[in-house]
């Protein structure tokens, strides 16, 4: 096939897919990435990866931030089906386990997300320029709205967004995400967690909160 002929089949497809209204869609069963964020107005930074299983409602974040030469060594596990995740510290070998606010699940567009748009990010004059996405928002428990992007072929997570007064915007962008996961063992807490017993909180963490303190607690370590 030529270079127009690719190029038609392409308008094509993407004429196809944006006549159908973007649905609410969910994300592959299990994939693997990595996670920039940003918050409190740029200050606080943090990088990392990051398996998902939208099966199980489970994902598992581990922070890359280095701090000089050395690493926090905090990751987190966070089981949206049982509202709850562990912080687990492998420097101290020490491990909590917390109430998570599963009213957010990252994994999947929420049922009561509404459509700002579809746009194609990058271009779409040829093929492999451009990305079909929907940007989707909402409100959540304690005055937090957020809006997120998710590739309208595959349902792939790009960007999430949110805002509290207490914190501002908090802004978490997913890229280089394969399908698949390499380590099972990535869903189950370690050993050493066995122990922890559940902390319950009047206003538990959600997906972004959770995210937000681990990028405050590197921000900690740096002094
Ligand atoms: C890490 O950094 C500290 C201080 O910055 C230094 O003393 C130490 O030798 C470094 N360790 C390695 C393995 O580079
Ligand atoms: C949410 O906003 C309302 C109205 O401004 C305020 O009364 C309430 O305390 C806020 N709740 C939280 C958790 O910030």
């Not at 996670?35 to 740029?42: C, I, K, P, Q, Y």
């Not at 949206?80 to 957010?104: G, M, P, R, V």
């Not at 590739?151 to 007064?165: F, K, L």
């Amino acid at each position: 096939m030529n270079f127009l002929g690719v190029l038609t089949c392409v308008s094509v497809l993407l004429a196809a897919a944006s006549t159908q209204a973007p649905k609410h869609c969910v994300s592959p069963p299990l994939m693997s990435g990595q996670f920039t964020l940003m918050a409190g107005n740029g200050v606080y930074l943090s990088t990392g990866s990051i398996s998902s299983d939208a099966f199980g409602k489970r994902m598992r974040v581990r922070n890359n931030v280095m701090v000089g030469n050395q690493s926090t060594g905090i990751d987190e596990l966070m089981l949206f089906n049982e509202e709850a995740y562990y912080e687990i510290n492998w420097k101290t070998i020490s491990c909590k386990k917390k109430q998570l606010d599963s009213s957010f699940i990252p994994m999947h567009v929420p049922e009561d997300a509404r459509l700002m748009g579809q746009v194609i990010m990058g271009s779409s004059s040829s093929w492999g320029m451009g990305v079909l996405v929907n940007t989707w928002y909402g409100t959540l428990p304690n005055n937090g709205s957020y809006s997120t992007v998710f590739s309208e072929i595959g349902c792939i997570p790009m960007t999430y967004s949110v805002h509290y007064p207490q914190t501002g915007w908090i802004t978490l962008s997913t890229y280089n995400w394969v399908l698949g996961n390499v380590n099972p063992m990535d869903y189950h807490p370690p050993f050493f967690c066995q122990k922890a017993k559940l902390e319950v909180s009047d206003m538990p963490p959600n997906f972004f909160t959770v995210l937000h303190s681990l990028a405050l607690q590197s921000k900690k370590v740096k002094h």
